[in-house]
């Protein structure tokens, strides 16, 4: 049985323009392309995908899952290897949410008494397992830029793609520390921290107010990004949006 692209999208919750880029990359052909020029994908493609998926969820980009895909013989064999490595990332994150919990104790003890937080058990990287990819979730509706964060972002190496995340989970936490101190997200320490994070986004591509917006929406929509907000700090990733949509009006508009 043969499913066209779309459906291949519906399923996977890859977008049709991912998938053409990965054709184009040589990484997923189409079993076949039809006389109306769509793609159709079988089951040996929907299962390559399925191992894509999951080498970008450990954090692997675009160019080292090409070649671990090139140099695998037997798909079962490399099926249970991907299996070993996710249950090593399910006993990471465990680790790690033993130190999120803490964390949280930390915030809510401050809130209660106003005592300061130095202390604070900060996780190292509460956004591993989030890739950078995941904008173009956000930005269905903005297809330029969620094409060139795509293409930017597959050709970084796991390095980069870990100092990312590092980052990325700094700017939370200082975040959750205005939140905690009663900072409204208008105030200029909030606007500051955004206006950091629009410039890392920058480098990749600059962002219009409508799309700034959007990705500020996936701190409260996106399952995953929601998540990793709100161990932090309840009501977290609200206040990012808010903080980003202050920014995109007043800045970027």
Same mark, same amino acid.
């Given at each position: 049985?043969?499913?066209?692209?779309? @459906?291949?999208?519906?399923? =996977?919750?890859?977008?049709?323009?991912? %998938?053409?880029?990965y054709?184009?990359?040589?990484?997923?052909?189409?079993?076949?392309?039809?006389?109306? $020029?769509?793609?159709?994908?079988?089951?040996?493609?929907?299962?390559?995908?399925?191992q894509?998926?999951?080498? /970008?969820?450990?954090g692997?980009?675009?160019?080292e899952?090409?070649?671990?895909?090139?140099?695998q013989?037997?798909?079962?064999?490399?099926l249970?290897?991907?299996?070993?490595?996710?249950?090593?990332?399910r006993?990471?994150?465990?680790?790690? +949410?033993?130190?999120?919990?803490?964390?949280?104790?930390?915030?809510?003890?401050? /809130?209660?008494?106003g005592?300061?937080?130095?202390?604070?058990?900060?996780?190292?990287?509460?956004?591993?397992?989030?890739?950078p990819?995941?904008?173009?979730? =956000?930005? /269905?509706?903005?297809? +330029?830029?969620?094409?060139?964060? @795509?293409?930017?972002?597959?050709?970084?190496?796991?390095?980069?793609?870990?100092?990312?995340h590092?980052?990325?989970?700094?700017?939370?936490i200082? %975040?959750?520390?205005?939140? +905690?101190?009663?900072?409204?997200?208008?105030?200029?320490?909030?606007? =500051?921290?955004?206006?950091?994070?629009?410039?890392?986004?920058?480098?990749?591509?600059?962002a =219009?107010? @409508?799309?700034?917006?959007?990705? $500020?929406?996936?701190?409260?929509?996106? @399952?995953?990004?929601? +998540?990793?907000?709100?161990?932090?700090?309840?009501?977290?990733?609200?206040?990012?949006?808010?903080?980003?949509?202050?920014?995109?009006?007043? /800045?970027?508009?």
């Amino acid at each position: 049985m043969a499913w066209p692209i779309a @459906e291949v999208a519906r399923m =996977s919750g890859v977008t049709a323009r991912t %998938l053409r880029h990965y054709d184009e990359i040589g990484l997923l052909p189409p079993a076949r392309i039809g006389t109306n $020029g769509h793609r159709y994908y079988d089951e040996r493609e929907l299962l390559r995908l399925q191992q894509i998926l999951v080498l /970008r969820a450990l954090g692997l980009g675009l160019t080292e899952i090409g070649r671990v895909l090139a140099a695998q013989i037997d798909e079962l064999a490399a099926l249970r290897g991907h299996h070993r490595r996710l249950l090593a990332e399910r006993d990471r994150l465990d680790a790690l +949410a033993g130190t999120v919990s803490r964390t949280i104790t930390e915030l809510e003890q401050s /809130r209660k008494d106003g005592s300061p937080m130095t202390g604070i058990n900060r996780p190292e990287n509460l956004f591993e397992g989030i890739q950078p990819a995941q904008y173009e979730e =956000s930005l /269905r509706a903005f297809p +330029a830029l969620a094409e060139e964060v @795509e293409r930017r972002t597959s050709a970084m190496s796991e390095a980069e793609i870990e100092a990312g995340h590092r980052k990325r989970t700094a700017q939370m936490i200082r %975040l959750a520390e205005l939140l +905690a101190a009663g900072i409204p997200a208008d105030a200029d320490p909030v606007q =500051s921290e955004i206006d950091a994070q629009y410039r890392a986004l920058a480098e990749l591509r600059p962002a =219009s107010a @409508e799309e700034y917006r959007a990705i $500020g929406r996936s701190c409260v929509d996106n @399952e995953q990004w929601h +998540a990793a907000y709100e161990t932090i700090a309840p009501g977290l990733a609200a206040y990012q949006r808010d903080a980003i949509e202050v920014y995109a009006t007043t /800045r970027l508009s």
